[in-house]
């Protein structure tokens, strides 16, 4: 990460953004500190690639030039955003670890939920810099591996309190990463989409799902009634439905013959990697053609732009999760049932984690892209509110908080760490998903 460069009046022309330097007094510190909090908003609101140094300066009430006067662009800046996360949140892991204290009973259950309110604090804090990431990873060779170097990091923080609970050696990278992961997507889903969910009640959940999960032969909090009041799932959008003409794809202009299908679909999987690296705003049809090896012409012959050819590949991923969730038993009364249907939850995952994931976060709330997805998350989420009310826990856990942790689980965490960041692989995964979901979360014996 950075570090304050040496002073030398002669060779200096950057203010450095670190450091007591003579060249930054109390003027240039307040200057550096509004510069990064006008661009977290603007990643924020605008996503990374679409901000622009001079939308940053605007922002901050400056001008570009001077804001050139802290940072050499704005992947420093990241940088620095990213600098600031580590402290924190490697320090909160830090106090979260000394749970190595506590044995399992009311008293650790009392001290987990207090330590993961604070780490759920500082996680939600730097809730934009996680979310965007992964894709200024792929645009800033600076900050290439650093996501890794970073969840490596905290993975070793919370290892003295997954040793003391006896958790196998294989498995305590892979659940220390799930672990942190869980609760900072939980808290982003609950912001973005589930404002009447009270932080505290969430946290609540978040730590009898660890609590339940690292101390399996504890005494688990109390569980509840599953199987009454199960919603009732809703019928598939019809989005999500296979087309009765398989040529004519939803999204694609012209009908699809043998003789164009190979193009096609190469076009459709350099789309999807695009979209992987860069997220939608920050992908054109020039660089999908690029990937694809084709003419940017020849992309415009299937598809009129760029939100179409992504309608095609949503209406892909929503039919093979419907399927997959229309394949699910009525309530997982084995943690063995929940582990066969997570496996091949998976494998959906893997190959169309990128769309699912601009899908929920990116395009939700454009105007022509938007109420497709919503259907889906409609329609998905009462799936989620069957499988939380059928458990044994339903009843002894807030079942929207529960849903925003299942949510989690099944969505944001498995494809940002296993697809984007690879932070662990996706059979790593699987193992300590079971633990957190079936056993912490549904309470699965």
């Not at 060249?23 to 990643?43: C, M």
């Not at 060779?141 to 650093?146: A, K």
């Not at 003295?160 to 672990?179: E, F, S, T």
């Not at 769309?355 to 990116?362: D, G």
């Amino acid at each position: 990460m950075l570090r304050p460069a040496p002073h030398d009046s002669a060779t200096v022309v950057r203010r450095p953004p670190y450091g007591a330097n003579p060249a930054l007094g109390r003027h240039g510190l307040r200057a550096r500190q509004e510069i990064l909090d006008a661009a977290r908003g603007l990643f924020t609101e605008l996503g990374y690639h679409a901000t622009k140094m001079e939308s940053i300066g605007e922002a901050a009430g400056r001008s570009a030039a001077a804001v050139y006067q802290y940072f050499e662009g704005k992947g420093q800046i990241f940088e620095v955003l990213v600098d600031e996360l580590t402290i924190e949140v490697l320090a909160a892991a830090r106090r979260l670890a000394a749970m190595e204290r506590v044995r399992p009973g009311p008293a650790a259950l009392s001290e987990l939920q207090a330590r993961v309110a604070e780490l759920s604090t500082v996680l939600t804090r730097h809730s934009t810099t996680f979310a965007l990431w992964p894709v200024v990873e792929e645009s800033e060779e600076r900050l290439r591996g650093s996501a890794r170097r970073f969840m490596a990091s905290f993975a070793a923080a919370l290892g003295p309190a997954l040793v003391a609970a006896g958790v196998p050696a294989q498995q305590r990278r892979a659940l220390a990463v799930a672990i942190g992961a869980m609760i900072q997507s939980s808290h982003s889903t609950r912001i973005a989409r589930t404002t009447q969910l009270t932080a505290h009640t969430l946290d609540e959940v978040l730590a009898r799902v660890v609590y339940s999960t690292i101390f399996p032969a504890g005494n688990p909090p109390e569980r509840g009634h599953g199987g009454r009041d199960v919603p009732v799932r809703l019928p598939r959008p019809a989005g999500a439905r296979v087309s009765p003409l398989p040529e004519a794809m939803p999204g694609v202009r012209r009908r699809v013959t043998e003789r164009s299908r190979g193009t096609l679909e190469r076009i459709l999987s350099a789309a999807t990697d695009a979209f992987r690296r860069n997220g939608f705003a920050g992908t054109s049809i020039n660089d999908i053609a690029a990937a694809a090896g084709v003419s940017h012409a020849s992309v415009y012959t299937y598809w009129p732009d760029r939100g179409a050819l992504f309608a095609t590949l949503a209406h892909r991923a929503a039919v093979t999760v419907g399927d997959h969730i229309e394949q699910a038993p009525c309530a997982f009364e084995s943690v063995e049932d929940g582990r066969v249907w997570l496996g091949r939850w998976a494998e959906l995952i893997a190959e169309h984690g990128a769309v699912l994931h601009i899908w929920t976060h990116e395009v939700v709330r454009d105007s022509r892209l938007g109420t497709f997805a919503r259907e889906m998350q409609e329609y998905v989420g009462a799936f989620l509110d069957s499988v939380v009310c059928s458990a044994p826990t339903a009843g002894s856990v807030d079942r929207g908080a529960a849903r925003v942790v299942l949510w989690s689980l099944l969505t944001d965490v498995p494809y940002r760490h296993c697809s984007q960041l690879r932070v662990v692989s996706h059979e790593e995964f699987l193992d300590v998903q079971a633990m957190l979901l079936l056993r912490g979360l549904l309470g699965h014996r």
